[in-house]
T-cell receptor, first 115, second 119 residues
Framework: GDSVTQMEGPVTLSEEAFLTINCTYT??????LFWYVQYPGEGLQLLLK?????DKGSNKGFEATYRKETTSFHLEKGSVQVSDSAVYFC??????????????FGKGTLLTVNP | GAVVSQHPSRVICKSGTSVKIECRSL??????MFWYRQFPKKSLMLMAT?????????EQGVEKDKFLINHASLTLSTLTVTSAHPEDSSFYIC???????????????FGAGTRLSVL
């Protein structure tokens, strides 16, 4: 079945540091890829997405590029802020007919940014 | 962005009682909703897929009779935890998928979650 593997945390950075959270996937079909963010005590919010190879998703300074050849979708940000502290989930969506586009999530990476 | 409302945000109940959690899509019609369970420091585990007007499709290992799902309308799905026990204590999250349309297709919008504690 489909699966997502992302780097285990926790990740602790100082403000303005560079962030990379690795994510790789295995999928039977040609999935869409997502990064979701979960702030403490809240549900998930879509951070960015990419639907085909070489697409770059971006939002709030975060970026991730759909790399089909390496089956990866690494999350990056050039300069993190304290407000970026959260859990980040990499996910893929099965687009095959009848799948209902259900999401498969990685285990999540806790990011803590210190001032 | 699209809004999904989940209620209640927190519930504490006695063992043996049933608890109902509501998930509403406030500004779009969701033909498909999903229910997830999240354990501490673990990922989200899909419990079931709920399609309006039909029976929910449960993932392997999820008890249908324990976790009753009703998708009565295009904007409302409910999850009822029947005869709850302490091991059912968890964070339950719903999501709603917008119908296939433009840039919003294939995106799930999540509720804020419900923290269930069974005493």
């Amino acid at each position: 079945g489909d699966s997502v593997t992302q780097m285990e945390g926790p990740v602790t950075l100082s403000e303005e540091a560079f962030l990379t959270i690795n994510c790789t996937y295995t999928a039977t079909g040609y999935p869409s890829l997502f990064w979701y963010v979960q702030y403490p005590g809240e549900g998930l919010q879509l951070l960015l997405k990419a639907t085909k190879a070489d697409d770059k998703g971006s939002n709030k300074g975060f970026e991730a590029t759909y790399r089909k050849e390496t089956t990866s979708f690494h999350l990056e940000k050039g300069s993190v802020q304290v407000s970026d502290s959260a859990v980040y989930f990499c996910a893929l969506s099965d687009r095959r007919w009848g799948s209902n586009y259900k999401l498969t999530f990685g285990k999540g990476t806790l990011l803590t940014v210190n001032p | 962005g699209a809004v999904v409302s989940q209620h209640p945000s927190r519930v504490i109940c006695k063992s043996g009682t049933s608890v109902k959690i509501e998930c509403r899509s406030l500004d779009f019609q969701a033909t498909t909703m999903f229910w997830y369970r999240q354990f501490p420091k673990k990922s989200l585990m899909l419990m079931a897929t709920s399609n309006e007007g039909s029976k929910a499709t449960y993932e392997q290992g999820v008890e249908k009779d324990k976790f009753l799902i009703n998708h009565a309308s295009l904007t409302l799905s409910t999850l009822t935890v029947t005869s709850a026990h302490p091991e059912d204590s968890s964070f339950y999250i719903c999501s709603a998928r917008r119908p296939l349309a433009g840039k919003t297709k294939n995106i799930q919008y999540f509720g804020a979650g419900t923290r269930l504690s069974v005493l």
